[in-house]
């Protein structure tokens, strides 16, 4: 009775499976929470990619074979957070923040190309206090860029991803990734010159 | 010449791809002259660190947890799997 057998042996698997997936969201949900909200930032976005997760790993079933069941489920998060970016990416696209003539971006500099405002010399955080409060300031500067902009930015800068790779995923070109990159660093750099200053 | 605004482009496509051969030394002579493009240029990689370092303490912080609500959900979810 083989099939009846492989009915049997199938069940105890998805037995198997499910008491190891509840497990695993004991043991690593907080950490694939944290890993996600490094790099998507948005919490809503980061509670989605971890549940998409866990139920991509319980469906793949495969997991009897996987020495780390932390590294193997940071894998799965990972396409799952990329798959939120190219979302993103699409929007961004497609909105008016990629029009070639921003009106935003010129006014950072005059009709001839110079500064329009000279960038003020500050100094980067030095010792656990004053790091402590620069990461604060950025965090409110990320959060102040459009959040598709701060997605890429994000992906490039945290994910660790080469620039073509990017383009690749997120189907745009080069151009376009750096065009928002360097709108992305344009205000935020702005953003801290103004808020940091003082210190 | 190299206007700032092009400097400034120039500063930050360097952060993420090689440039060629004669935007580089370009962009090397307007920072040598321009006090103001050096600074930019500088803090831009610095930003670039601590964007990265941002990120690492985010998910060193183990006061963060994934909402229990949210667990719950899961925990769920993964009952009501076949």
């Known amino acids: ?199 | 010449m190299l206007k700032c605004k092009q400097a400034s482009q120039l500063s930050s496509r360097a952060l993420d791809n090689k440039l060629s051969l004669r935007e580089f030394f370009a962009l090397k002579f307007h920072l040598l002259i321009c006090e103001y493009c050096a600074r930019f240029s500088q803090q831009l990689t610095a930003l670039n660190i601590a964007i990265s370092n941002a990120g690492k303490t985010i998910e060193g912080d183990t006061s963060i947890r994934l909402p229990r609500g949210t667990k719950n959900t899961i925990a769920q979810l993964l009952n009501s799997q076949q």
């Not at chain 1, 690593?28 to 980061?46: I, M, S």
């Not at chain 1, 069941?69 to 990629?98: C, N, P, Q, Y």
């Not at chain 1, 994000?154 to 360097?182: F, G, P, Q, S």
Request: glycine share 4%.
């Open chain 1, 1 to 199: 009775m083989t099939s009846t057998n492989g009915t049997k042996n199938h069940e105890k698997k998805n037995t198997l499976a499910k008491s190891h997936a509840h497990d695993w969201l004991n043991e690593h949900g907080d950490y694939l929470y944290r890993f996600a909200l490094a790099r998507l930032r948005d919490p809503h976005q980061a509670e989605d990619a971890v549940q998409d997760t866990f139920m991509a790993a319980i469906k793949a079933n495969n997991f009897a074979e996987q020495s780390s069941a932390r590294t193997w489920l940071t894998g799965i998060l990972k396409h799952k957070i990329i798959d939120f970016m190219r979302k993103d990416a699409r929007e961004i696209v497609a909105s008016d923040l990629m029009s070639e003539q921003d009106a935003n971006m010129d006014a950072f500099f005059d009709k001839t190309g110079h500064w329009q405002e000279q960038p003020k010399n500050w100094q980067m955080p030095d010792g656990e206090l004053e790091q402590k409060q620069f990461f604060k300031i950025l965090q409110s500067c990320l959060d102040k860029i459009p959040n598709k902009l701060a997605t890429l930015f994000m992906m490039r800068d945290v994910h660790e991803t080469d620039n073509e790779e990017i383009c690749k995923e997120l189907n745009i070109t080069t151009t376009n990734a750096w065009v928002m990159l360097y709108r992305a660093r344009m205000s935020i750099r702005k953003c801290l010159e103004i808020n940091w200053i003082g210190h």
